[in-house]
């Protein structure tokens, strides 16, 4: 008693160092004699919540959660470290998880909400699978019986005692520690005690001349195998496949509700191209499961971009995307259908694009929490950033994006494709006189053609492909037909949102039964963007690995 009163005299005047040594030490004294020092015990967490070391941050939580109905206002002191949660240290963590459970049992009106936003702040985002999993047991113990809880979180503990030194004799405590990874070391009794003799293996009582020559065999044995060369293994191409890795089953119900059987989410199937593909080099599509897609979205080739077994900055795996970035009026945007094969549930977001030629960068992120087998359908707005402009590089043919996305698993690096009618602006149309001026005075060397064999059926009258265009932002001037074989030519304008313009000339397929298109640019580099744009729009498919080269 003299020792506690010592003790909350120092936590009330003493200085930060020796008063969160006497937080801690008056902890373990409530653990020696539980219930016979409640009277100052709401004075020590006061102090407690300004604790900063480890050790008394995680006596400060237990005493929160074992006398929560003693200290006044106990929720507030527990909300408090709620919001610091993800700061403190593994085991402070595992004192507040308890200490909430804690004050749930025992105040159950204080204490429902609050022992749900943690459960599920710790199920779905500590990358600590003790933690974790510590968690799952007690949310499910909550929701099945929380009166049995009560009986295995609250129940009385056995007093803390001396060491064993006095309770034992010397002999039994050596069998201890000599059997410490065996049950003797938990049940404190001999082998033979709790297993029939039957059972045991029998010891053979060896004199010590045999003693003797029994150690001299064994170094003999020893200096056999130091000298012996070990024999190669022969080369095998054929590995042990690893038994795959299980989910844990996330928890159904918060505490207080009737929790039905949980049932492991069923993996969805991979995600697919949106985009009508008409190229015999590549498979044709299938609906993305579980993932709609906007009109305006499909205008867009959302490919694969990075595959579920590509480990992160940290090694971890278990995250499929596929993206495509797009233009949505005035706004541009990157859909990603992503895929969670992981163990653990995917939040806390976070997005980055790389410094580019047309200073592209993300904006808004809308990312929705991922459960462990899930996909889901996310949105970044791509914004222009002066910052983010890489002036040193022109833009490649095809343009790629290099992004870096973030979440509770790892960080992860991929690049996707953004096609140059993403890069229009809406009020992008110019007149037939600038249309003059910049077809005859664009330099001849940024001029660009190719053939088409093919095009969509669409796209093979004036109504079709001026409709088809206009859906990219890429505007009709003109048309003229040629006199001797009867061929339509189209002429269309645009600007790329940072304000470069350009021209192009589309002729329908003639007597030769191919389409023609022609571009002419202010800026070189735009050339091969414009001519694959063209014919993504009028093909509907990408530039094949062979005609990129």
Not at 124 to 139: G, K, T
Not at 287 to 300: F, I, N, P, S
Not at 502 to 510: D, F, N, T
């Amino acid at each position: 008693k003299k020792g506690a009163e010592i003790l909350i005299d120092i936590i009330r005047f003493g200085n930060e160092f020796s008063c969160e040594e006497s937080i801690t030490a008056y902890a373990e004294i409530a653990r020696k004699y539980p219930n016979k020092f409640t009277d100052q015990v709401s004075e020590v967490c006061r102090k407690g919540s300004q604790a900063t070391s480890p050790e008394a941050r995680s006596s400060y939580a237990w005493l929160l959660g074992e006398y929560a109905e003693v200290i006044k206002n106990s929720e507030e002191f527990l909300k408090e470290l709620y919001e610091s949660f993800g700061e403190e240290t593994l085991v402070t963590q595992q004192q507040i998880l308890t200490a909430f459970v804690k004050l749930y049992l025992k105040k159950p009106d204080e204490g429902s909400e609050l022992i749900t936003d943690l459960l599920k702040k710790v199920t779905e985002e500590s990358e600590n699978p003790d933690l974790r999993d510590r968690a799952f047991i007690y949310w499910r113990m909550l929701s099945l019986d929380p009166e049995a809880t009560k009986y295995v979180v609250l129940s009385e503990r056995p007093p803390v005692t001396e060491d064993m030194q006095g309770v034992y004799d010397g002999l039994f405590l050596d069998h201890l520690v000599d059997n410490m990874g065996s049950a003797v070391s938990v049940y404190h009794k001999k082998i033979e005690e709790f297993i029939p003799a039957a059972h045991l293996p029998k010891l053979i009582e060896l004199s010590d001349d045999e003693w003797e020559a029994e150690e001299k065999e064994k170094e003999k044995k020893k200096k056999k195998k130091k000298k012996t060369k070990p024999i190669p293994k022969p080369d095998s191409d054929e590995e042990e496949e690893a038994p795959p890795k299980q989910a844990p089953q996330a928890l159904a119900h918060p505490p207080g509700f009737s929790s039905p059987p949980v049932q492991a989410a069923p993996k969805a199937p991979p995600v697919q191209n949106m985009l009508l593909i008409d190229d015999d080099d590549e498979e044709p599509p299938v609906q993305a499961a579980g993932v709609d897609l906007t009109e305006e979205e499909q205008k867009c080739n959302v490919a694969l971009v990075l595959e579920e077994n590509k480990p992160g900055s940290t090694g971890q795996t278990g995250v499929r995307i596929r993206a495509g970035v797009y233009k949505d009026g005035s706004n541009m945007r990157m859909v990603m259908a992503i895929t969670n094969t992981s163990a653990i549930t995917l939040t806390n977001w976070a997005v980055q694009i790389n410094k580019n030629s047309f200073g592209l960068s993300a904006g808004s992120i809308s990312l929705p929490t991922i459960g462990m087998g899930e996909t889901a359908k996310g949105l970044v707005e791509i914004v222009l950033n002066q910052n983010n402009l890489n002036t040193t590089q022109p833009p490649g043919c095809p343009f790629y994006l290099q992004v870096a996305i973030k979440c509770s698993l790892d960080t992860y690096y991929f690049q996707v494709q953004c096609l140059l009618n993403s890069l229009l602006a809406p009020e992008g149309t110019i007149s037939k006189e600038s249309f003059k001026q910049y077809w005859t005075g664009f330099p001849k060397e940024n001029e660009r053609s190719e053939e088409l064999p093919s095009i969509r059926e669409d796209c093979r009258t004036l109504e079709g492909v001026k409709k088809r265009m206009e859906m990219f932002n890429l505007f009709f001037i003109a048309k003229s037909q040629k006199k001797d074989t009867g061929q339509l030519m189209i002429y269309f304008a645009a600007k790329t949102i940072n304000e470069l313009p350009v021209v192009m000339e589309v002729a329908l397929p003639g007597s030769s039964g191919a389409a023609r298109i022609y571009a002419k640019v202010s800026v070189g580099p735009l050339g091969p963007l414009l001519i694959e744009t063209l014919k993504f729009i009028l093909r509907a498919q990408l530039l094949t690995q062979k005609e990129q080269k």
